[in-house]
Nanobody
Framework: QVDLVESGGGSVESGGSLTLSCAVS????????MAWFRQAPGQKREGVAA???????NYADSVKGRFTISQDKSKDILYLRMDNLKPDDSATYYC??????????????????WGKGTLVTVSS
């Protein structure tokens, strides 16, 4: 019911790529929205990308064009592909699920369940 497990974090150089995964196969609650958030030291948690039940996607302006959220339905895994990474992308990334919509001009922070996070470090 509540079991979101992120993986794929690590250290990369600026301009590199990384793909994060979130296993959601054990999550049985309604999935109105699935999303990725990140939080850097001294910063509040920021919504990065969201995917609703209709397949519509939304991205923070800071990552638009570089990040892609997707889902492998056969394996029930949520992905975040990150390309052209920048040092400002360094943060702990979390996957999250909300029963209902989570986009109102921006990705709202009030999610129902959160993963434990995976650390991404981008060096210059």
């Amino acid at each position: 019911q509540v079991d979101l497990v992120e993986s794929g974090g690590g250290s990369v150089e600026s301009g590199g790529s990384l793909t994060l995964s979130c296993a959601v196969s054990t999550y049985t609650n309604r999935r109105g929205c699935m999303a990725w958030f990140r939080q850097a030291p001294g910063q509040k948690r920021e919504g990065v990308a969201a995917l609703d039940l209709n397949g519509s996607t939304n991205y923070a302006d800071s990552v638009k064009g570089r990040f892609t959220i997707s889902q492998d339905k056969s394996k029930d895994i949520l992905y975040l592909r990150m390309d052209n990474l920048k040092p400002d992308d360094s943060a702990t990334y979390y996957c999250a699920v909300r029963k209902y919509e989570c986009y109102s001009g921006h990705i709202v922070p009030h999610m129902d369940d959160w993963g434990k996070g995976t650390l991404v470090t981008v060096s210059s």
